[in-house]
């Protein structure tokens, strides 16, 4: 039967977001209802609700998220009720172009669920990134949930559902950083110091963490960079260049979402280095190079989605290691909060003051 939950809904362009009674239905085939336990605020849920993703409101919002199985419709296979899981938005169709192709972690149709969570007057609501798990259920497809040790914490676990795996994918996946690669990570938000995490993972030898604010590059240290350079104190291109014998870094990433820092990132790197931009720009911004650095300077600039990640093969891997005690997934959690406390999360978000908020249920 479907059931009644409280979840947090953003109705209209700008507006405050809500709690409300939605409803949930059972899951169908390939589908799934998850317990939600925890769910991290990231800047795509404040850009739902600002309505620059698009137009489909009301949003039932929440995608990083971490939580139990509570049952699962026809022809699931994969997980079973009582499985602790991670919620993702890359669950592979397997049968698109790139699929075929063997690239999985770009398939062009992911899945999502296939009937509608609604409000209580049944007005359907779309699930952000096709998962909605600021919520006490979500339906979400099977393919979305991936089973993990349940030893890890919930709220630490769900950041892989979304920043965390962009960062750390956006090091150790698109920019295949190498044992011995120095690095330079522009911007040291959540996604930033992921990336400086990742890079530690892969054996960078220098790990470069460059931002506006001293405080974020503290932080930044904390989480494994090797050195910080304060973008506004001088030129970050040259301070990189210093740090890496006059070179540059092998493998610069954007982790901001700006052209002036895209920039510094291409001109940062080594010859033949690579250039991952993980940050999201808006659709109005746009860059210049002249052709001649494009191809005098070689190497490869990669755009990074979601990390080049595939959840199911890398989500249990990152929890093993994070129950090992070699990744540091609470240093991301920099509180707490319930349901009631998402509008103020995204203020606390936009002023800089937090890593992640995360929402316990
Ligand atoms: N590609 C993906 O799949 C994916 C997934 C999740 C998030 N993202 C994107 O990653 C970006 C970062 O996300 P976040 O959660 O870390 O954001 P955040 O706001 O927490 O962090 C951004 C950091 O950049 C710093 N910064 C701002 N301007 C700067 C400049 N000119 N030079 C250097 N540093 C500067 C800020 O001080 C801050 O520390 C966003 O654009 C987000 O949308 C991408
Ligand atoms: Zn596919
Ligand atoms: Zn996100």
């Known amino acids: 039967m479907a059931q009644e939950v409280r979840g947090v809904v953003a109705r209209g362009k700008g507006a405050p977001v809500s709690v409300e009674t939605i409803i949930v239905p059972d899951p169908g085939p390939g ?10 605020v990231c800047h795509t849920d404040l850009h739902y609700r600002e309505g620059s993703i698009n137009d489909d409101f009301p949003f039932l ?9 509570e049952a699962v419709g026809d022809g699931v296979t994969e997980i079973r009720p009582g499985d602790f899981v991670i919620l993702n938005w890359r669950a592979v169709c397997g049968e698109c172009r790139s699929c075929r192709r063997g690239r999985p972690w770009y398939c062009f149709n992911t899945l999502n669920a296939t009937q509608k969570m609604t409000l209580t007057d049944h007005t359907e609501l779309t699930p952000a990134l096709g998962i909605g798990a600021f919520a006490e259920k979500t339906l979400v497809a099977a393919g979305q ?9 919930p709220e630490a676990a769900g950041l892989l559902g979304c920043g965390v795996m962009a960062g750390i994918g956006a090091a ?11 690095v330079a990570v522009f911007g040291c938000g959540g996604v930033g110091d992921a990336a400086i995490v990742g890079a530690r993972l892969a054996g960078a030898r220098t790990v470069i963490a460059v931002d506006l604010d001293d405080a974020k590059l503290a932080i930044a240290k904390e989480f ?22 006059g070179f540059g870094a092998d493998v610069c990433i954007e982790a901001v979402g700006r052209p002036e820092v895209m920039k510094q990132a291409f001109f940062a790197r080594d010859l033949a280095g690579t250039l991952v931009q993980v940050g999201v720009p808006d659709p109005t911004m746009s860059i210049a190079l002249p052709m001649i650095e494009f191809f005098g300077r070689g190497g490869a600039l990669k755009p990074s989605w979601y990390g080049d990640c595939l ?22 959690v920099t509180e707490t909060i319930s349901l009631d406390d998402v509008e103020e999360a995204f203020r606390k978000m936009e002023r800089g003051e937090v890593l992640r908020s995360v929402v316990t249920i």
Do not use: W
Request: charged share 20%.
């Open 172 to 182: 150790m996946l698109t920019g295949n950083v190498q044992p011995g690669d120095t």
């Open 31 to 40: 589908e799934t209802v998850v317990q939600v336990q925890a769910c991290g």
């Open 311 to 332: 959840p199911s093969r890398d989500f249990p891997m990152l929890i093993d290691l994070y129950l090992q005690g070699r990744l540091d997934l609470d240093r991301f």
């Open 224 to 245: 494994g960079a090797t050195h910080t350079v304060n973008a506004g104190a001088g030129d970050p291109v040259e301070a990189v260049r210093e740090l890496t014998d």
């Open 61 to 69: 919002l929440g995608h990083e998220a971490a939580g139990i199985v």
């Open 145 to 153: 949930a991936t089973k993990v040790n349940p030893a890890a914490k």
